[in-house]
């Protein structure tokens, strides 16, 4: 390319900055970043500004932070430049036609799943529940169908070993998404490289991941349950319900083991109290 293209990255969370460290690293760097506003967080509920703003600040890059991609203010801001590419990770709003009709060569996507596989919320979660060994990243065109964009590369893994947790798969899946995009957007702004349509017919979806999904039945299949546990590591962590002095507790799980056909509890953290042992539950009076 003979000038630095102008690009605008969407995403908010830490990993889309593993994202922006990439293309950084290839000359890419975004000339705005646009990411969510900055929130009340932590116990002390002090206005905290999202990951990616952070990384914009220290690479001194211009950020903007609508509450919504429909906002009429926000869009004739944006119209005011002529725009290369936008680069969508992790941000969490469906584009109107407007905005995707800005930049020259369109908007392009990291999807963490196979495509036309698991589009929707949660590809991380589900590949990890449904035990799909073999997964990968997709970097997509953006359409106004959600994740039904024409495919511009995928990349496959086969994470070893088996499960990971979702935190690990996702780590996985961002440094191959984050290298993948890096090599696909140069190609992609000079026309050396095609996107190919989505077969509709084999698309799969996975829903946005509530708390309770992610609640065990202990006395149901017990690998099933070990799947359960890996998917929800974090926000929300996997977790069952016991009993003390009439009351129902909630008990997540901070790490459990399955071997021979058996899930072994081993660390567990009842609500309202420290992480113990399992051992240390049960001799505490709560009851399974």
């Known amino acids: 390319m003979k000038s630095m293209p102008k690009i605008v990255f969407f995403g908010t969370p830490e990993f889309a900055t593993v994202v922006l460290d990439e293309l950084q690293s290839v000359k890419l760097t975004p000339t705005l970043i646009v990411t ?13 500004p999202p990951p990616v703003k952070v990384w914009a600040m220290m690479n001194d890059i211009d950020v903007m932070q609508p509450e919504t991609v429909q906002d009429p203010d926000f869009l004739a801001e944006l119209k005011n430049t002529e725009w290369d590419l936008f680069i969508v990770v992790a ?20 999807h963490y799943s196979l495509l036309p596989k698991f589009r929707g919320a949660s590809p991380v979660q589900s590949a990890i529940l449904g035990d799909l060994r073999q997964t990968g990243v997709s970097i997509i065109e953006l359409v106004e169908r959600l994740d039904a ?3 511009v590369a995928q990349a496959s893994i086969e994470p070893e070993p088996w499960p990971p947790t979702s935190t690990e798969l996702l780590t996985l899946l961002t440094e191959e998404g984050a ?22 017919s084999h698309a799969t979806y996975c ?11 202990l006395g149901a299949d017990p690998y ?22 009439g009351k129902e507790v909630r008990v997540g ?36």
């Open 224 to 245: 099933k349950n070990y799947l359960k546990i890996r998917a929800f590591d974090g926000n929300p962590r996997a977790f069952f319900m016991a009993h003390k002095d």
């Open 149 to 151: 964009g024409p495919i």
């Open 36 to 48: 969510a506003p900055d929130r009340k967080a932590g116990r002390g509920q002090k206005l905290t």
């Open 179 to 200: 290298t993948l995009l890096a090599e696909v957007v140069p190609l992609w702004l000079e026309k050396k490289i095609d996107a190919a349509p989505q077969d509709d």
């Open 253 to 288: 799980i901070a790490d459990a083991e399955y071997h021979d056909g058996k899930l072994l509890l081993l660390r567990v953290v009842p609500e309202g109290k420290k992480e113990m042992s399992y051992e240390e539950l049960l001799r505490s009076g709560f009851k399974i």
């Open 207 to 217: 829903k946005k991941i509530v708390k309770e999904d992610a609640r065990l039945d």
């Open 91 to 110: 941000y969490g709003q469906i584009f109107p036609k407007e905005l995707l009709a800005m930049p020259r060569r369109g908007s392009l996507n990291i």
